[in-house]
């Protein structure tokens, strides 16, 4: 039987997907900055575990406590809407500390032991920006597609060793706290300069043509998962699935 860790599993896509790798018969590590034991089924097959992707000791601590894994999602992200301009350079740093450099520590942190057993797969949840440019998501944006980048060139690395590395790339979930999850309010990154630039953008999003679900997201990791071919991008959601035959 195999396990696996997900990180970010309080809500959302992480939710959403441990729920899935749990029904369809694997071990779940499922992994949130503040544990919420009750938001998943009790199972001997399923753990909740504490991780904060951006501390390096409690990395250390989750791995050491979840023993074993044969898959890790990388899920865990926050998420920004706003003029760049208006963007504090401190709140940017904190998007990179999570979507970018968690993803990449907890990358380092498991490769040793897929590398080892030569099989495993490393599961990297970015974001259907990466696939077409978004006006308002200029520092999320920068750090999703840093982890693509990142991803594409660990391929060859992993390759070596029968470890596999995959991208998951969803669209836009409106019934996600995507935005919610920040400590910054939308409405402070918007200058007033802004709100005409603005104003038509949020009204698009109040009504999407295409949008993803978190069901949506969780088939796409479990087949990123389980995909032994050279696929390397997995769209996730009717929009990114239009934005990537588009691109």
């Not at 899935?20 to 938001?39: C, D, Q, S, Y």
């Not at 050491?64 to 998420?79: F, R, Y």
């Not at 301009?85 to 990358?107: C, D, L, S, Y």
């Not at 939308?186 to 009504?207: S, V």
Request: proline share 5%; net charge neutral.
């Amino acid at each position: 039987m195999k396990t696996v860790l997900i990180t970010g599993c309080s809500s959302g896509y992480g939710l959403e997907t441990a729920r899935l790798f749990h029904a369809k018969g694997w071990n779940v590590v499922a992994t949130m900055r503040t544990p919420r034991e009750n938001i998943l089924p009790r199972s001997a097959r399923l753990r909740v575990l504490q991780l904060d992707v951006t501390d390096p000791d409690n990395i250390l601590a989750a791995l050491e406590a979840s023993g074993p894994i044969d898959a890790l999602v990388n899920n865990a992200g926050i998420g920004v809407v706003g003029a760049f301009e208006a963007t504090p350079m401190a709140h940017v740093r904190k998007i990179f500390e999570t979507n970018t450099f968690g993803v990449m520590a907890m990358t380092q942190a498991v490769i040793p032991q897929l590398r080892s057993r030569r099989s495993g797969v490393v599961v990297n949840v970015t974001s259907s920006v990466t696939l077409a440019a978004m006006p308002l998501a200029a520092a999320y944006t920068a750090s999703k597609t840093a982890i693509e980048g990142f991803t594409g060139s660990l391929v060859h690395e992993l390759r070596a060793f029968g470890v596999r590395a995959k991208l998951v790339e969803p669209g836009y979930a409106p019934s996600t706290r995507f935005s919610q999850n920040t400590g910054v309010r939308i409405e402070d990154l918007i200058p007033e300069t802004y709100a005409a630039f603005a104003q038509p953008i949020f009204a698009a999003f109040a009504n999407p043509a295409l949008i993803t679900k978190e069901t949506d997201v969780a088939e796409a990791v479990w087949h990123a998962a389980n995909d032994v071919s050279e696929q390397l991008h997995f769209p996730a959601g009717a929009d990114a699935v239009a934005l990537a035959r588009a691109s």
